[in-house]
Nanobody, 120 residues
Framework: QVQLAESGGGMVQAGGSLRLSCAAS????????MGWFRQAPGKEREFVAR????????YYADYVKGRFTISRDNAKNTVFLQMNSLKPEDTAVYYC?????????????WGQGTQVTVSS
């Protein structure tokens, strides 16, 4: 099992920044990367960004590209999501997930989520 713990959410005004963290523990050797997702009220969960532990390859959803940056600290099994130029539509619960696939993506472990609220 892999346990994930997000932190760093909060309330910020539009144009502001927040940095989310996700610390992984347990059988982290079975993971190949991490992803961030979000779910706004009344909407389905959507992909935000992902990163692989080995090589640090990243991928972003178009609606956050250029504003959000995902990074990792392999030694601490921790992934970060730096969110800049936040918009009210970024308001959501943000979840991190552990990727257990080497060549593709498979998110089999999820954190409990952290609330991000952006006011206009």
């Amino acid at each position: 099992q892999v346990q994930l713990a997000e932190s760093g959410g909060g309330m910020v005004q539009a144009g502001g920044s927040l940095r989310l963290s996700c610390a992984a523990s347990g059988r982290t050797a079975s993971t190949y990367g991490m992803g961030w997702f979000r779910q706004a009220p009344g909407k389905e969960r959507e992909f935000v960004a992902r990163i692989k532990w080995n090589g640090g390859r990243t991928y972003y959803a178009d609606y956050v590209k250029g504003r959000f940056t995902i990074s990792r600290d392999n030694a601490k099994n921790t992934v970060f999501l730096q969110m800049n130029s936040l918009k009210p539509e970024d308001t959501a619960v943000y979840y991190c997930a552990a990727d257990t696939s080497l060549l593709t993506t498979a998110y089999n472990y999820w954190g409990q989520g952290t609330q991000v609220t952006v006011s206009s």
